[in-house]
C-alpha cells in the first residue's frame, strides 16, 4: 500500500505534467485545476439570504448519480439558510430537461445545479435561466458560454486532462505497444466524446498504440449493455491490450466479458470505480491472477464544487474554489496504489466519497 506523501508526489507530478502541455490547458486563462479531495468550505458563502436550490441531471438512472444527488444535499446541508433543495432527473430526454428547467424558473428555484448531459444542446435554456435571474451552474462538462452572461458558473471536470492520463498510463503501461479501445456512455454524450478526444490527443505521443475504433464504444453506463458491447468487441477483435472507460460499472463489465471467454484481461484505465471492481482487484492480486489497473476517483464530489459555486454566487460571497477539477489517483497498479476494499460494504458504493461513512452506508440500504 503507497503512503500518503508518494500519493501526494504523484498528483503533483501528474497536474505539472498536464499543464505543462499546450494541449492540456485547463481554461483559457489557464487556471489550475483542484483535485476532488480538496475544496474550500461552504461554510463561508453560505451568506444570509434565504434560498431554494435544485439539482437537476439528464440522466439520473445510474449508482453514480444517486451518490452524487446524496453529495448535493450532504453540501449544502452545512447551510442553515437553505429552505428547499428538490432533485429532477430528465431520463435521457433533452426536451424533458430543458422543459423541466423552465420548469424550475417558474417555480422560483433560487439556484439550479445542472448536469451537462446534453452539452452545448442546452446552452440557451441556461442563458434564459440567468437572464431570468437565475443563478445556474451547469456542471461536469466544459462547455460554449460566458460566465455572467450565459450562466453563474459553469463547474466541469477537466475531461480531456482525465482522457490523457489514461493515454500516457496505457502507453508507458503497454511499452508503447498495443491496441485499445474506449468505451463511453449513451450515445452522443458529451463527456464521453471530451474524454475520448484527451484520449486520442495522448497517445499521439505513442504511435504503437492503436485505437481500434475511432468512436467511443456505447456502453448506456449500463453494466449489462457494457459487458454485451465488449464481447461483441472480443468477436470482432483478436487482440484488445488495453481499455480505458468513463465509469467503473463499465470497467467492471468489461473484465467479466473477458474473464467468461477465457482470455487474459487486458490493462484497465478508468474513473469512477466502485467497492466490487476495488475488491476485485485486491483478490485477484493476492491471488496473483491480477490485471494491470489505474483508477481517478472522487468524481462524485464534483457537485459540491457546483453546489458552493452557485451558493456563492446567488449570496455574492467569495469562492475561492477554480471552475476546473479533476480526480484524484485511487488506484494505480505500476505505483503499487491498491485501491480501498471493504468486504462489508454493498458492491456499488464509492468508498472515494467524499460523504461521512453513516450517510453512505444508509444510502445503500
Known amino acids: 500500500m503507497t503512503n500518503s506523501n508518494t500519493i501526494n508526489s504523484i498528483r503533483a507530478g501528474l497536474l505539472g505534467s498536464a499543464l505543462a502541455c499546450a494541449g492540456m490547458v485547463t481554461t483559457a486563462a489557464a487556471e489550475e485545476p483542484i483535485f476532488m479531495d480538496q475544496g474550500a468550505d461552504i461554510a463561508s458563502m453560505c451568506g444570509d439570504k434565504p434560498m431554494r436550490v435544485a439539482l437537476i441531471d439528464g440522466f439520473g438512472g445510474d449508482t453514480w448519480r444517486k451518490i452524487t444527488r446524496a453529495e448535493f444535499e450532504d453540501e449544502l446541508s452545512k447551510c442553515?439558510?437553505?429552505?428547499?433543495?428538490?432533485?429532477?432527473?430528465?431520463?435521457g430526454d433533452q426536451q424533458k430537461y430543458n422543459g423541466d428547467i423552465n420548469s424550475l424558473i417558474a417555480q422560483g428555484m433560487d439556484v439550479i445545479v445542472a448536469f451537462t448531459d446534453f452539452g452545448d444542446a442546452a446552452l440557451q435554456t441556461y442563458r434564459k435561466a440567468h437572464r431570468d435571474g437565475v443563478t445556474i451552474v451547469p456542471y461536469f462538462s466544459n462547455i460554449s458560454g460566458e460566465a455572467g452572461t450565459d450562466y453563474a458558473a459553469n463547474l466541469y471536470q477537466d475531461q480531456y486532462y482525465v482522457g490523457g492520463l489514461w493515454a500516457d498510463w496505457m502507453g508507458k503501461t503497454l511499452n508503447g505497444e498495443g491496441n485499445v479501445v474506449v468505451l463511453g456512455g449513451v450515445a452522443g454524450a458529451a463527456s464521453s466524446q471530451v474524454f475520448l478526444d484527451g484520449f486520442k490527443a495522448g497517445i499521439a505521443d505513442y504511435p504503437g498504440i492503436k485505437l481500434l475504433d475511432e468512436n467511443f464504444i456505447v456502453t448506456n453506463w449500463n453494466p449489462a449493455d457494457a459487458q454485451r458491447a465488449v464481447t461483441g468487441l472480443i468477436a470482432q477483435y483478436p487482440e484488445i491490450d488495453g481499455i480505458a472507460s468513463d465509469y467503473g460499472v463499465t470497467t467492471l463489465a468489461a473484465i467479466k466479458a473477458f474473464e467468461?471467454?477465457?482470455?487474459d484481461v487486458p490493462a484497465q484505465a478508468t474513473l469512477a470505480s466502485n467497492n466490487e471492481i476495488n475488491c476485485k482487484y485486491v483478490e485477484a492480486k493476492?491471488?496473483?491472477t491480477v490485471w494491470e489497473y489505474f483508477s481517478l476517483d472522487g468524481t462524485v464530489r464534483t457537485v459540491r464544487f457546483a453546489a458552493r459555486a452557485g451558493v456563492a454566487a446567488f449570496q455574492g460571497t467569495e469562492n475561492s474554489d477554480p471552475t476546473s477539477v479533476v480526480p484524484f489517483v485511487y488506484a494505480d497498479s505500476a505505483a503499487g496504489i491498491d485501491p480501498l476494499c471493504d468486504p462489508a460494504a454493498p458492491p456499488d458504493a464509492d468508498l472515494s466519497s467524499g460523504l461521512p461513512a453513516d450517510k453512505l452506508s444508509a444510502l445503500f440500504q
Open 80 to 91: 442553515d439558510n437553505v429552505t428547499e433543495v428538490r432533485y429532477v432527473d430528465a431520463n
Open 286 to 288: 493476492a491471488a496473483g
Open 260 to 263: 467468461q471467454a477465457g482470455l
